[in-house]
């Protein structure tokens, strides 16, 4: 059964630098999401991608994040200038319509 | 926007035992339920969903039951096992997924 890969599984980085996270979603998937989840909280919205475009994105998904589907299959998501705050765990998700979201294993980003 | 309420935060079942998990919602307008099982370092799994043109759904230990007009839906674990053990969290869509705070199920053997 396919399923949604991320890579890293871990990301240590230092306040202010650049990470990508990466994504291979299910290969007929059409529409494609990132979240985040806090250690210990709920699973919170970032952005979704849909037709090679962001069709919505939460306060959460400022001017240092940024999403890219560069060659049809990986996914990903930048943070230009990484905080303290942004440590979490990232998961992509993917589906066929709307609604029934697949997500990955998720990357565990902790920013010193 | 939507906002979902999840209940309880924790629950601790003996081995057979039936768990139930509620939630509320407060956008009248969403229409797709989703249930997705948390292990422990690893991503959300979804488990059942249920559709606003429908009152219940079950699919064999899961049943989940939705009440339209009191903006209110269920998961239903009977027989449970210790492997359910995890943390479940109930969300609804109304666009994009909006989350519960999560359950954390114990199955004690």
């Known amino acids: 059964e396919p399923e949604v890969t991320q890579t890293p599984s871990h990301q240590v980085t230092q306040m202010g630098q650049e990470v990508i996270l990466r994504c291979v979603p299910i290969s007929n998937h059409l529409y494609f999401y990132w979240y985040r989840q806090i250690l210990g909280q709920k699973v919170e919205f970032l952005v979704s991608f849909y037709n090679n475009e962001i069709s919505e994105k939460s306060e959460i998904f400022d001017d240092q994040f940024s999403v890219e589907r560069p060659d049809g299959s990986n996914f990903t998501l930048k943070i230009r200038s990484t905080k303290l705050e942004d440590s979490a765990m990232y998961f992509c998700a993917g589906g066929l319509a709307e609604e029934t979201q697949y997500f990955g294993p998720g990357t565990r980003l902790l920013v010193l | 926007g939507e906002n979902v309420e999840q209940h309880p935060s924790t629950l601790s079942v003996q081995e057979g035992d039936s768990a139930v998990i509620k939630c509320t919602y407060s956008d009248s307008a969403s229409n797709y339920f989703p249930w997705y099982k948390q292990e422990l370092g690893k991503g959300p799994q979804l488990i059942i969903d249920?559709?606003?043109?429908?009152g219940e759904k079950k699919d064999q230990r899961i049943a989940v039951t939705l009440n339209k007009t009191a903006k209110h839906f269920s998961l239903h674990i009977t027989e449970t096992q210790p492997e359910d053990s995890a943390v479940y969290f109930c969300a609804a869509i109304r666009g994009n997924l909006i989350f519960g705070k999560g359950t954390k199920l114990s199955v004690k053997p």
């Open positions: 249920i559709r606003s043109n429908v």
